[in-house]
Every structure is written in C-alpha cells, then in structure tokens.
C-alpha cells in the first residue's frame, strides 16, 4: 500500500463517518422549543411545591407528636402530684383519727369516734372517684375533640 492509496481509504472513512459528524453537530446546535421549555419550568415548580408541602408535613407531625409528650408528660406530673397529696391527706387523717380515739373517755365514745371516721373515709372516697371519673371524661372528650 502507499502512501497515496493509504491516504485515499484514511478520506474515505473521514467520508463515511461524515453523516454521523454532521448529525452530531446538528444536535449540539439544536434549539429546545419553548413548549418543552415550559414543560420543564412547570415540573420544577411543581417538584419544588411539592418538596416545600412534605417539608411542612413532616414538621407539623413532628410539632404533634412533640406537643402529645409534653403533654402527657404534664398530666402525668398532675396525677402523680394529685396521688401525693391523696396519701398525704389519708396520713393526716389517720393520725387525726388516732388521736380522737385516745381521748375518747368511754367505749360507746370510742365507738361514735371509730364510726365517725370510717364514714368521714367513706365520704372522701367516694369524692375521689367522682374526680378520678370526671378527670377520665374530660380527657376523653378533649382527646376526641382533638382527634376530629
């Protein structure tokens, strides 16, 4: 082969790779209609919107979730606080109780004493539990007033 014939098929595959050049440069100088354009602007608005409205989501449930703790956590103080003092109270009481009892002069005062306790016990019980079930409907109504 010589350098004549050499050169001539170098040109003729130059010459038949050509098509493909030019297509390559028709692309790399191709203009993007502005229908697609627009497309593109929309959807990125859109994917935008979208990231902002989970964003938002996902901090609200959070600010939910945080504000259910603390408040649990709140109304666990109250009932452990409302507890204290129940036995507090009882303590006090009993010790009221005893020391009635040891000035009774009689066992028919002794017995009134006695009686009168346990009906005074009796009656702070019973209050108790119409708070505790005041306490649970209230609670239930907020948490089903919340929950709609």
């Given at each position: 082969m010589t350098v004549t014939t050499h050169n001539e098929a170098k040109l003729k595959t130059f010459d038949a790779f050509a098509p493909f050049a030019d297509a390559l440069e028709a692309m790399l100088n191709l203009e993007v209609p502005g229908v697609a354009r627009d497309f593109a602007?929309?959807?990125t608005g859109a994917g935008e919107k979208l990231m902002t409205d989970g964003r938002d989501a996902v901090e609200n449930a959070t600010a939910t979730i945080?504000?259910?703790a603390v408040s649990s956590?709140?109304?666990?103080?109250k009932i452990s606080r409302a507890f204290q003092t129940a036995?507090?109270?009882?303590a006090a009481?009993?010790?009221a109780?005893?020391?009635h009892l040891s000035a009774a002069a009689s066992p028919t005062d002794a017995f009134r004493?006695?009686?009168d306790y346990v009906r005074g016990r009796g009656d702070v019980a019973v209050e108790r539990v119409?708070?505790?079930a005041d306490y649970v409907g209230r609670a239930a109504s907020e948490r089903d007033g919340s929950a709609k």
């Open positions: 602007k929309r959807m945080e504000n259910a956590i709140r109304e666990f103080g036995l507090h109270q009882d009481a009993l010790l109780g005893l020391s004493l006695q009686s119409k708070a505790i």
